[in-house]
């Protein structure tokens, strides 16, 4: 990929390459931090079946029930949140490549 992005510039000028290196560069740290956030969020969420649960483990208590429910709902939606980051900046890192 890297020789891909090092590419001859044809048909583009010295700043418009420069600008298109800068900006695959940033889509792909970016989809690295998604995918490194996903990793991390998928892991500590609570599992469905009874065997591994993770990092975070399980501790059922009458109080910590709703607490467990409001953690286990925001984690999955910062989980979609990543996966469609990911998705978005994959493809137009894939549009770059093709357009440019």
């Not at 500590?44 to 990092?55: H, P, R, T, V, Y």
């Not at 501790?59 to 979609?80: A, P, V």
Request: aromatic fraction near 12%; proline fraction near 0%.
């Amino acid at each position: 990929m890297l020789n891909a992005l090092m590419a001859s510039n044809y048909g583009m000028s010295n700043a418009e390459y420069y600008i298109y290196i800068s900006f695959t560069l940033a889509f792909i740290l970016v989809l690295f931090i998604a995918a490194i956030v996903t990793i991390i969020l998928i892991l500590f969420q609570k599992s469905n079946s009874d065997g591994i649960q993770g990092i975070t483990g399980s501790s059922e208590t009458f109080f910590g029930k709703n607490k467990g429910r409001s953690i286990e709902s925001k984690l999955k939606k910062w989980t979609w949140i990543c996966l469609i980051v990911m998705a978005v900046l994959s493809v137009a890192i894939y549009l770059m490549q093709i357009l440019l």
